[in-house]
């Protein structure tokens, strides 16, 4: 079964919104989350790294005040991508790494499609 | 900075043939994690194989092999018995050693898998 939940799956905005996506762990406690952004046709780019109790790190080029991590548990990550834009419409996917789950494995979420308009 | 790359943006291979997907990277690290991930229409991002840079045997798990050259910081996949099922988006991945390490992926080659 599905270790790594997400919600929505599919989530259509106008531009100027907000929207925000959960990353949920199912099996087992995440200290840690990463959330990847992948756009059509190309590979999985890291966005930030949650951490659970602690302020989020960002990656080079990303918008810490546009993309809002916010990891409230340790089974609950969530991004909040604030104003949204037509140019940030993607695939939005959460991980979660290894270190947390005992095995050399990294979970992914099913992923959630945000569609701007 | 670690970076992996894939050469072949796309492949096709006819079914019940055989294909190999290439994969370099850079690093410069002495243990690490090599990955294949599969990404079918579903963008579900599933293991298909996994390596760890000590061990010289090459993994194996059913049809898919690696040939993993650590000096030529090369890593392959060889799909064997191509099945349709197989088509999808396939990144070769690289993760530090340490539970919490980020993975760095590849840009990934579509392959198609022909009847």
């Known amino acids: 079964g599905a270790v790594v939940s997400q919600h929505p799956s599919w989530v259509i905005c106008k531009s100027g919104t907000s929207v925000k996506i959960e990353c949920r762990s199912l099996d087992f406690q995440a200290t840690t989350m990463f959330w990847y952004r992948q756009f059509p046709k190309q590979s999985l780019m890291l966005m930030a790294t949650?951490?659970?109790?602690?302020?989020?790190?960002?990656e080079q080029g990303v918008e810490k005040d546009k993309f809002l991590i916010n990891h409230a548990s340790l089974t609950l990550s969530t991004l909040t991508v604030t104003s949204a834009h037509p140019e940030d419409s993607s695939f939005y996917i959460c991980?979660?790494?290894?270190?947390?789950?005992?095995?050399?494995?990294?979970?992914f979420g099913p992923g959630t499609r945000l569609t701007v308009t | 900075a670690q970076t992996v790359t894939q050469s072949q943006p796309e492949m096709s291979v006819q079914e019940a043939e055989t294909v190999t997907l290439s994969c370099t990277y850079d690093?410069?690290?002495?243990?690490?994690?090599l990955f294949w991930y599969k990404q079918p229409p579903s963008r579900q991002m599933i293991l298909v194989i996994r390596q760890e840079a000590y061990k010289q045997q090459n993994a194996t798990e059913n049809r898919f092999s690696v040939n993993f050259q650590k000096a030529a910081k090369s890593f392959s996949l060889k799909i064997s018995d191509s099945q349709l099922g197989d088509a999808a988006m396939y990144f070769c991945?690289?993760?530090?050693?340490?539970?919490?390490?980020?993975?760095?992926f590849g840009e990934g080659t579509q392959l198609t898998v022909n009847p």
């Open positions: 690093t410069s690290e002495s243990d690490y994690y």
């Open positions: 991980s979660v790494p290894p270190g947390t789950s005992g095995t050399y494995e990294q979970y």
């Open positions: 991945a690289y993760r530090r050693t340490g539970g919490f390490s980020r993975l760095t």
């Open positions: 949650s951490n659970e109790g602690s302020k989020a790190t960002y």
